[in-house]
Nanobody, 124 residues
Framework: QVQLVESGGGLVQAGGSLRLSCAAS????????MGWFRQVPGKEREFVAA????????YYGDSVKGRFTISRDNAKNTVYLQMNTLKPDDTAVYCC?????????????????WGQGTQVTVSS
């Protein structure tokens, strides 16, 4: 099983960009599908993006399509989330997650391992 640590969050103005990283421990990272979710207090976790083990397939939530890009570097055991044209509504704690499932990747219950999260705050 992998362990996940996110980084790269912070405070940014609306319209700006951030790149989040999720570093995984273990030698089996390349066998996991990776996802990003976000959560604000009082709301359920929202699916942001997912990427297949090879990086050849990516999936996005409707609210981030065209603005966010998920990628991975299996040699570095890291998955990234490039976030552009940020909006105040993107403010949340962003968590990465890992799974060996290949279906229903937009659901939190599909993932077995979660990181602690990194705060992203977008000011207007």
């Amino acid at each position: 099983q992998v362990q996940l640590v996110e980084s790269g969050g912070g405070l940014v103005q609306a319209g700006g960009s951030l790149r989040l990283s999720c570093a995984a421990s273990g030698r089996t990272f390349s066998s996991y599908v990776m996802g990003w979710f976000r959560q604000v207090p009082g709301k359920e976790r929202e699916f942001v993006a997912a990427i297949s083990w090879s990086g050849g397939s990516t999936y996005y939530g409707d609210s981030v399509k065209g603005r966010f890009t998920i990628s991975r570097d299996n040699a570095k055991n890291t998955v990234y989330l490039q976030m552009n044209t940020l909006k105040p509504d993107d403010t949340a704690v962003y968590c990465c997650a890992a799974t060996k499932r290949t279906a229903y990747l937009g659901l939190t219950k599909s993932y077995d391992t979660w990181g602690q999260g990194t705060q992203v705050t977008v000011s207007s």
